[in-house]
């Protein structure tokens, strides 16, 4: 799957901008959202992540919001069955969280951030 | 009528007012479900591990995209399409054909726990995208969920999970998708996580049994709701073309019957049985103990057939086709030409080599592929091998069923151990078939001869006599057997008598003659003797009749004499009065 289309399937929540435009080539990290819609959890989560990864990996990062809706093709290749899912695609290995990203301190432990970081952060 | 055809009437009588049925295209199991599952609801398939629950699951999925042109969508929670497209293909299933045709999709989805994170709120809206999308691409009718339950390892947040499970369900239901969902069978319970609760319109339990290291594997319809279904366990088996659930196949006992009859191939064991042989379709056992010509019994018959042109399938669990061959040409009959025109099939293979179903199910497809008029086991005991006792008899029931079904005459031979009561089948079969034949030794006079008799013979005035039994170079011959003095006598006792008969016979015979030629030389001397005495009569009676002729002439003479001397006396004086008046008088 190359990412080019990916990037330009998807426009939901409209927050992959900023986070290109702060990190230019390759950002360290990779997210990816999956959501369905702008529902409550979707918009929750987008929240939610945002603000974690302000918090702790600031200029490392770059977010793509897909929604399932528009392109229901993509569910497959990340093998996405549960909504909302947060994939970190870099670094690897893939991992992925699932849910609202409601509880920061287990979004942390998906996310594989280092503890130090992780102690810093609280 | 063809095999397996009950469907159509069954289906039309419940689908039209009740329940709308999609069959599954699996041999069987649309009978067992009259019809199929329920159409546009979901359906659980449960059993434990290595059941076929997938394999059931999916060629539902490809019968009907092949058979019924509703495509299928499968949303596979732990095989990935390949390893499913290469399990399958060995079962002549090709995926990929299918996929590439737009008939089949196959979605993976894939849960490793490790990797997964929960973190608050989430739905399985996922999933329905990616069934929804599948379903949408293809124009997918059918849906097989294998198997949700590994959700179950991969989530934890259980409540959420039933609660999407149930939504899933019924977004299937509303998208009028016939589903099948396969489920592991828990411990007390049919699944292990209870998804009998939200997916109750129908329920088939799969389950395997090793009995005597034999396994069978068996299917149950548990629930069928707004439906009668078959209510047994039915023996299924999984083969090279899918698989294969077997009904008893008539559960009522309505096979159409035919006064036809086809003859035996003995001449002399048809006018046994009236004159005409067996009922055409019927079921005929041939027991005996070993060596008494049960084999040649029905390679006759068989022989007889494909000279008539019909076909014949020969099932042997003993000989090989060719073993039969050579021996039956012994005996003078030739079955290689038969199967050298395409007439006769042979089959054989040893008891032991798999299940009775098994046995059962090849020779169903056999049968079916080569379509036979005449059907010979032999011997049906050798079934006995690969199962138990009731477990035979039910099997040859079946068979024995599935055969009058199709019109096929069959000759079953059973084994009857030299120790036994000779009128006992081992398996207890006989009052399953029509006609039985007891070919049985008869020991006398240092011999050992066979004798045929018909134990019972449905519907035919058959004859009550034992017959002696030979097989010869030129076929199996019947003859009457002597009933002496001494009772019975075979063999050379019977030979031997025969001829004492015929030489008893014979001089009567011409005892008789010589006394008809004596008689004959007698008439013969007294004809002639009265020919003589009649020719002397006659002589007599003429030698008589001339000399009365001579003496009236004289007499005559004499008279006239007299006048002319009267006459004369008148004229001369020496003539008496008295005289001459009397003359006188006379002639006045």
Known sequence: MPPATQRASHKAAGARKPADARNAPIPKWELRLYVAGQTAKSLQAFANLKKICEEHLAGEYRIEVIDLLLSPQLAQGDQIFALPTLVRRLPEPVRKIIGDLSNTERVLVGLDLQPQRFGAGT | ?588
């Open chain 2, 1 to 588: 009528m063809p095999p397996r055809k009950p469907k159509t009437p069954l289906t039309k009588k419940t689908s039209s007012a009740t329940l709308p049925k999609c069959p599954t295209g699996i041999h069987g199991l649309d009978e067992i479900t009259v019809g199929g599952i329920p159409r546009g609801r979901p359906t659980l398939v449960c059993g434990g591990a290595g059941c076929g629950k997938t394999l059931l699951g999916m060629e539902f999925l490809v019968r009907g995209a092949t058979e019924f042109g509703e495509p299928g969508v499968c949303l596979s929670f732990e095989e990935t399409a390949e390893e499913l497209t290469s399990n399958l293909a060995s079962l002549g299933f090709d995926l990929t054909t299918l996929i590439a045709q737009k008939k089949l999709a196959i979605d993976h989805v894939y849960l490793e726990r490790s990797l997964i994170e929960e973190t608050g709120e989430y739905d399985l809206e996922a999933l329905f995208v990616r069934l929804g999308h599948a379903v949408d691409s293809i124009g997918a009718k059918r849906v097989l969920l294998d198997s949700p339950e590994a959700l179950f390892a991969g989530l934890k947040d259980q409540s959420v999970l039933r609660a999407e499970l149930r939504r899933l369900f019924r977004w299937l239901k509303e998208r009028k998708l016939t589903t099948i969902v396969t489920a592991e069978r828990g411990h007390n319970t049919l699944t292990r996580h209870g998804l009998e609760e939200y997916l109750s319109d129908c329920v088939i339990l799969l389950d395997h049994q090793v009995t005597e290291t034999i396994l069978t594997r068996r299917l149950r319809v548990v629930k069928y709701r707004g439906s009668t279904h078959g209510m047994n366990e039915y023996p299924f088996l999984i083969e090279s073309d899918g698989i294969s659930v077997l009904p008893v196949t008539s559960m009522d006992l309505k096979y159409g019957v035919s006064n036809d009859r086809v003859s035996t191939g003995v001449p002399a064991l048809d006018t046994m049985f009236g004159g005409n042989g067996y009922f055409r379709g019927s079921s005929i056992l041939v027991s005996g103990t070993s060596g008494t010509g049960k084999t040649s019994l029905a390679a006759h018959f068989v022989d007889a057939a494909c000279a008539r042109g019909e076909k014949c399938v020969f099932f042997s669990f003993e000989e090989s086709a060719d073993q039969i061959m050579r021996n039956m040409l012994s005996i003078g009959i030739h079955l290689k030409r038969w199967v050298d025109q395409g007439l006769l099939c042979f089959h054989s293979v040893r008891p032991t080599t798999f299940g009775l179903e098994m046995h059962l199910v090849k020779i169903h497809k056999i049968i079916k592929q080569f379509g036979p008029s005449i059907v010979v086991v032999d011997p049906v005991t050798g079934l006995l091998h690969a199962g138990t006792a009731f477990e035979t008899r039910s099997i040859l029931l079946r068979l024995i069923d599935f055969l009058k079904e199709q019109q096929i005459t069959a000759i079953l031979t059973t084994l009857t151990s030299g120790s036994a009561a000779q009128e006992e089948t081992e398996s207890d079969i006989s009052s399953l078939v029509d006609a039985w034949l007891l070919v049985r030794d008869i020991e006398s006079g240092g011999e050992r001869n066979r004798g045929i008799y018909i134990l019972k013979a449905r519907g035919v005035a058959h004859s009550n006599q034992i017959r002696e039994f030979l097989l010869t170079n030129h076929g199996v011959e019947l003859r009457e057997v002597y009933l002496g003095e001494s009772g019975l006598l075979t063999g050379s006792a019977r030979v031997s008598q025969e001829a004492k008969d015929e030489s008893a016979a014979l001089m009567g015979r011409q005892e008789i003659e010589r006394k008809q030629l004596l008689l004959q030389r007698k008439r013969k001397v007294l004809d002639s003797q009265i020919a003589a005495l009649q020719l002397d009569l006659e002589t007599e009676e003429q030698e008589s009749r001339q000399i009365i002729m001579q003496e009236k002439l004289k007499v005559e003479k004499w008279e006239r004499d007299r006048g002319e001397m009267a006459g004369s006396r008148f004229e001369g004086p020496h003539a008496g009065n008295g005289r001459a008046a009397k003359v006188n008088g006379g002639r006045a």
